[in-house]
């Protein structure tokens, strides 16, 4: 073979060869670009479809949480029983005792009215009705007067929790502070949760002890972000300080309302108590003109007529100067 002949072979050895090499030379080809950028696009879609997944675990467990709430506060709706509204009222007496009071008031008006010359048939009415109806208005007013306090404190307990929470103390040790700090009720109340805690409930369950003594929408607020953030996770003081923020705005729109409806308050107050005011005078200046209201059977039936006729314009009236949040 010809020297000629090996020469052009070896420029093609050479060629070949560098045609080999030229691509790690250059760098990565295209498909190798192509096959980075595909691995990259599977990973992106695999975080985007992980992040999606885990919002959508979080929303249904939002949700759950929601439900089982509303579940709760729709049975807080219905009749509430005597031994609740006791204990929502802040008493310690059982519902046998208050009934035994409720007989012993009535008793104590029916042995009153009688002194006084009552007939019978109205003095038992005036017994039975008083001796029901003014124990329950005294266990109205100890209610709202007990969630008034609570609400009044509530605020100032969330913004305790929210700061402990900033500073890095877990939930627990946080409403341990506001159990040992706060004023009452609210101090008992959280000592309450932390107690049924130290008996095996979690955060979620032993917090709806506050709502079933304290069955406001306010407490409900606080209740559902503790829940929320115990199933679903979440940022607790944001959420917290956004609640603290919604109950003084509440407060002070009732604070306002309060104001304005003094008024009308003012007005009814008047107007209720005319009709005894007119019947005192008239019986200082005239003692003989009301006493066939009081002496004859006509008489006695249309006073009670206008006490009831009375009762249910108070009430009334009562009823227009109420609003709810």
Known sequence: MSPL?????????????GLALMP???????ADKRIKALRGDIQANRREN????????????????????S???????RRVPLQDQIFQAGMKISRNDFVRNQVIAGVVLFAVCFLLQVPLLFAAVFGVAGGYLLP?????????????????????????IVRGVKAGLPLNDSMRVVAREVKEPVKSEFQRVLDQQAVGKSM??????????????????????????QQAGGNLSEALGNLSRVLRNRKKMKAKVKAMSSEAKASAGIIGSLPFIVAVLVTLTTPSYLLPLVETPVGMFWLGIATLLMATGVFVMNRMVQFDF
């Open 204 to 229: 979620s369950e032993a917090v709806t002890i506050l709502f079933d003594r304290v069955p406001l929408p306010e407490v409900n607020f606080f209740v559902v972000v503790i829940t929320v953030q």
């Open 71 to 77: 579940a709760l506060v729709e049975k807080r709706k």
């Open 5 to 17: 002949v090996f020469a052009l072979l070896a420029i093609v050895c050479v060629g070949a060869a």
């Open 24 to 30: 790690s030379l250059l760098g990565p080809s295209r």
């Open 50 to 69: 992980s992040a999606a997944r885990s919002r959508d675990i979080r929303r249904k467990s939002i949700q759950e949480a929601l439900k089982s709430q």
């Open 136 to 160: 329950k208005m005294y266990l109205g007013h100890r209610r709202k007067r007990f969630q008034s306090k609570f609400l009044d404190e509530l605020p100032n307990a969330v913004e305790a």
